[in-house]
Every structure is written in C-alpha cells, then in structure tokens.
C-alpha cells in the first residue's frame, strides 16, 4: 500500500474527528444556551409574580386606639400620640410584638 495513501486516510479520519467534536461541542453550546434562556424567562416571571403579590400586602403598620373617641395611634417612646408622633412597625414587628391595651394594627 503507497504510504501516502494511507497518510492521506489517517488525516482525513482525524480532520473527520475533529470537525465531529467541535460540531457536537457546538450543538452542546446552543442546546446550554437555549436551557438558560428558558430558564431566566422563568426567572423572570417568578419575580414579576412575587412583586405583584407583595405590592398587595402592606409593608408598614401602626397601632390605632380602636377605643378612643379621638385618633390616637401608638408611640414606643410616650404612649398614645397623634399621626404624625406615631411610631411606624414592618411586617416582622407586627407579627413579633404584642399590642398595647385597646390598640389594633392598621395599615401606614
């Protein structure tokens, strides 16, 4: 057999080889690519859908006086203030803390 010849098929099965690798390392790419726009389009509608459900809750609260005949809400530092002197609690406070004697919890 020449040896040229068989030079010839031994590049031509390794060029082979080579371009089959690199197009499978190609189509892997484009497959990993197309996986992480799916899942961001996901991502992005999971936060989309948590925003809209925490703009529906309330994020602040104070304590009104349900008993009083004039609006007095709470203050941690002198009691029973008007509005403005109120002091203003986040959701985590509100769920933790226990309400003052005739107070309720009312969105701010």
């Given at each position: 057999?020449?040896?040229?010849?068989?030079?010839?098929i031994?590049?031509?099965?390794?060029?082979?080889?080579?371009?089959?690798?690199?197009?499978?390392?190609?189509?892997?790419?484009?497959?990993?690519?197309?996986?992480?726009?799916?899942?961001?389009?996901?991502?992005?509608?999971?936060?989309?859908?948590?925003?809209?459900?925490?703009?529906?809750?309330?994020?602040?609260?104070?304590?009104?006086?349900?008993?009083?005949?004039?609006?007095?809400?709470?203050?941690?530092?002198?009691?029973w203030?008007?509005?403005?002197?109120?002091?203003?609690?986040?959701?985590?406070?509100?769920?933790?803390?226990?309400?003052?004697?005739d107070?309720?919890?009312?969105?701010?």
């Open positions: 057999m020449d040896w040229n010849l068989m030079l010839t031994i590049i031509a099965i390794v060029l082979g080889s080579i371009v089959l690798t690199v197009l499978g390392l190609i189509v892997v790419l484009v497959v990993v690519a197309i996986m992480n726009r799916v899942q961001n389009a996901k991502q992005d509608k999971f936060n989309e859908k948590l925003k809209d459900l925490q703009s529906k809750f309330p994020k602040s609260f104070v304590i009104q006086n349900h008993r009083s005949d004039e609006e007095l809400f709470w203050s941690n530092k002198i009691g203030v008007n509005r403005t002197d109120a002091t203003v609690f986040t959701l985590k406070e509100k769920m933790s803390f226990n309400l003052p004697i107070g309720s919890w009312e969105n701010a």
